[in-house]
């Protein structure tokens, strides 16, 4: 069964968040391999979650280990961060962005 990790985090500043937020859009793709999605938002100007949806949960498991080591990376950045996980009952995409439609 398909399972998701939500990640939260409380950022240290703003400014902590903003230089985080496009370095973990290069460095996740790598460091997490095995995700078949990858989310990022930013909740509020301090805060945000992660998404990560895995092909089954020892998949998840497995992705831990290099997960820690990639938020280890960033030190300074994080005031705490924590996950939930669980399966996943829908995963929807719009079919219009698979074909690289205008979804407006």
């Given at each position: 069964m398909t399972v998701a990790r939500i990640s939260m985090v409380e950022y240290v500043s703003?400014?902590?968040a903003d230089d985080f937020e496009p370095k973990y859009s290069d460095v996740a793709p790598k460091?997490?391999?095995?995700a078949d999605n990858l989310?990022?938002?930013r909740t509020a100007e301090t805060s945000g979650m992660?998404?990560?949806i895995f092909k089954d949960e020892q998949t998840a498991e497995n992705a831990?280990?290099?997960?820690?080591?990639?938020l280890d990376s960033f030190p300074n950045t994080f005031k705490?961060?924590?996950h939930l996980q669980g399966p996943v009952s829908l995963?929807?995409?719009?079919?219009k962005l698979k074909l690289g439609l205008d979804n407006s």
């Open positions: 703003k400014e902590a460091s997490i391999p095995e989310i990022l938002v992660s998404v990560a831990l280990e290099n997960r820690k080591k990639m705490d961060y924590w995963n929807f995409i719009n079919q």
